[in-house]
């Protein structure tokens, strides 16, 4: 094994049909492929068998001969796989959800996502950011160092600081002349991003942080649980209208009833929603439901139709963290911050659904003479 292997993977798309596996074989042949991992194989069950070339290990649907993955590797590598274990996801598909609430499907979808998420997890080690001093700089401070404890006279120790102050600035110039030049780069590649961070490395401000707020009345309020409260009414103010009319719900009629929801829908939702975003209260990135792939979608299609049919909304869907950041002004106060909301990106799949159902609705009553918050049109 102590030598380069080339590795791909595969979406077959079913190996059920006669001569397929063989053609397989041969296209990994052509291509140099030692080791290969293949999706959608349609095999039930799971094992390991041989062929004439390969070891093939599959992991499939217990009851249906649908999705399955599997790997290949050459034959006379097959005793170095010390041990497999396939992962089963058929708990979903097993029960029967129509007697369940939408609450427990969440809580069953949940554990389901939450045991790939830890599966998954891989320890990132941060890179430590690299200080603009260089070296020789750094050797300068230790030998003044040095110099000051072996009583040193004052002009020698002055000397010794110039010097330093002056390798100081020539450090400090080189590190903005690198940023800029890699401000430069992203600029011309269209990095917008790594542009604007770049950016923010040399002109942000140190900003300090406080535990301390003022209260409604003007007190300053240093307890954590009354922070936290004083937080609570804040937030709720923010969504407050008194000039807002409370009607009576109205049972919509039979001709008013919207369509059950599509799996196509909840694929385009899915596949909509943007990737390296904050996790909600449930910690599942939204990388994670995307990669569960056909199996997510219908894990997702069940639970939103029990929303739709039923009305309830998982109550941890309904829970939001918000984040509070400091934009101007003293940190005591709570108006002084931007709030950032965080919430399940699973109860983003619903709300793009219902919003692009809106759509059609909402387009016949905008004026055609707006222009602004308009797809397509600008002031």
């Keep these: 094994m102590r030598q380069i292997h080339r590795m791909g993977t595969w979406n077959v798309r079913g190996l059920l049909q006669p001569g397929k596996l063989e053609i397989l074989e041969k296209e990994l042949a052509r291509c140099k492929l030692d080791i290969c991992g293949i999706s959608e194989t349609h095999w039930k069950n799971n094992g390991h068998f041989l062929t004439e070339t390969h070891a093939i290990y599959f992991s499939g649907n217990d009851n249906n001969s649908r999705n399955g993955v599997a790997f290949l590797i050459p034959k006379h590598l097959r005793n170095c796989v010390v041990e497999y274990e396939p992962q089963k996801m058929t708990s979903w598909m097993n029960v029967d959800s129509g007697s369940e609430t939408s609450d ?40 003044r160092r040095s110099l000051k404890a072996s009583g040193a006279d004052t002009k020698t120790l002055n000397a010794k600081s110039a010097r330093i102050q002056e390798a100081c600035r020539r450090d400090q110039n080189a590190q903005l002349q690198s940023v800029c030049a890699e401000v430069e780069r992203h600029a011309n590649k269209h990095e917008s991003r790594d542009l604007h961070q770049k950016i923010g490395t040399i002109t942000k401000s140190l900003s300090s942080k406080t535990w301390a707020i003022n209260d409604s009345s003007g007190e300053t309020v240093t307890d954590i649980e009354a922070i936290a409260e004083i937080w609570r009414e804040y937030c709720q103010s923010l969504f407050q209208d008194p000039q807002s009319q409370c009607y009576a719900p109205t049972e919509p009629k039979n001709e008013e009833i919207e369509p059950d929801i599509l799996l196509d829908e909840i694929r385009t939702a899915i596949k909509h929603l943007k990737n390296g975003k904050a996790t909600g209260s449930d910690a599942i990135p939204i990388e994670t439901i995307k990669a569960s792939g056909e199996y997510g979608v219908h894990i997702f299609h069940t639970l939103c139709q029990k929303i739709w049919q039923t009305g309830c909304w998982p109550k941890e869907w309904a829970h939001t963290i918000f984040v509070p950041l400091h934009k101007k002004g003293s940190t005591k106060t709570c108006s002084n911050y931007r709030l950032i909301a965080l919430i399940s990106h699973a109860s983003k799949i619903l709300l793009h659904v219902l919003n692009e159902r809106l759509k059609s609705y909402l387009s016949k009553e905008i004026a055609p003479e707006q222009a602004g918050f308009v797809k397509g049109k600008g002031t």
């Design 104 to 143: 427990q499907l969440w809580d069953r979808a949940k554990n389901v996502l939450m045991a790939a998420v830890k599966e998954s997890d891989v320890s990132v080690h941060k890179r430590k950011r690299q200080h603009w001093m260089s070296e020789g700089t750094l050797k300068l401070v230790e030998e």
